[in-house]
């Protein structure tokens, strides 16, 4: 069956120190990865996305991501986190031939002023 | 602002009543997305329709049914509802591609007493 773990359910970080939240995915065939975030009230927002190419790929603000196909893993990264980044942040994961999206359960992190 | 709009915002209604949630994609996008997220079982998919047809089929209750209209708004009907059918059910569109974004709506909360 399809889907998506996140390493962390809380993550609690200082402003200025560096991200990392993890996601590992079980899903046949070729795929394409994919983080949201939500703001607290909000919906979500696509912070980045990978279809194929170069495996590192980039974000809105400043975050990044890597897929590393042997690990079935698609990493977001962030160098130094600000307040403003305190959000819920969901990985997903949908097949190349229009499968349904699946959600992680969710990373929520609170970043201290 | 994602252009996808949903309403209502908020609604309560009592266990065993029937409810009607509805959406309207972005402009252009044939495919709706529906999403509900509760605390327990973080964010499911659904159902998807697209330009009209049910295409994809997730984490859906019988209880509930979708449908999407020729001018591709879409409701999803609650039925029957239960207290664990609380959630926040969120709508999200795209063009249809599995290579294309999801733009979510603003989501409309269920409370059932």
């Known amino acids: 069956a399809q889907s998506v773990s996140q390493h962390n359910h809380h993550v609690i970080l200082s402003e200025a120190a560096s991200l990392e939240l993890g996601c590992n995915y079980s899903?046949?065939?070729?795929?394409?990865l994919f983080w949201y975030v939500q703001y607290p009230g909000q919906h979500l927002q696509l912070l980045l996305k990978?279809?194929?190419?170069?495996?590192l790929v980039k974000g809105i603000k400043g975050f990044e991501a890597e897929f590393i196909k042997s690990k079935f893993s698609f990493n977001l990264r962030k160098p130094s986190v600000q307040w403003s980044d305190t959000a819920e942040y969901f990985c997903?994961?949908?097949?190349?031939?229009?499968?349904?999206?699946?959600f992680g359960p969710g990373t929520r992190l609170s970043v201290l002023p | 602002d994602s252009g996808v709009t949903q309403t209502p915002k908020h609604l309560i209604t009592a266990t065993g009543q029937r409810v009607t949630l509805r959406c309207s994609p972005r402009?252009?996008?044939?495919?709706v997305y529906w999403y509900q997220q509760s605390l327990d079982q973080g964010l499911q998919f659904l159902i998807q329709?697209?330009?009209?047809?049910?295409?994809a089929k997730g984490n859906i209750l019988e209880r509930f049914s979708a449908q999407q209209f020729p001018d591709l708004h879409s409701e999803l009907n609650l039925s029957s509802l239960e207290l664990g059918d609380s959630a926040l059910y969120f709508c999200?569109?795209?063009?249809?591609?599995?290579?294309?974004?999801?733009?979510f709506g603003p989501g409309t909360r269920l409370t059932v007493t």
């Open positions: 997903a994961v949908n097949g190349d031939y229009g499968q349904n999206f699946v």
């Open positions: 899903y046949g065939g070729t795929v394409n």
């Open positions: 990978y279809f194929s190419g170069d495996p």
């Open positions: 402009s252009g996008d044939l495919s």
């Open positions: 329709y697209y330009n009209g047809e049910e295409r």
């Open positions: 999200a569109s795209n063009r249809g591609g599995a290579k294309g974004e999801q733009y």
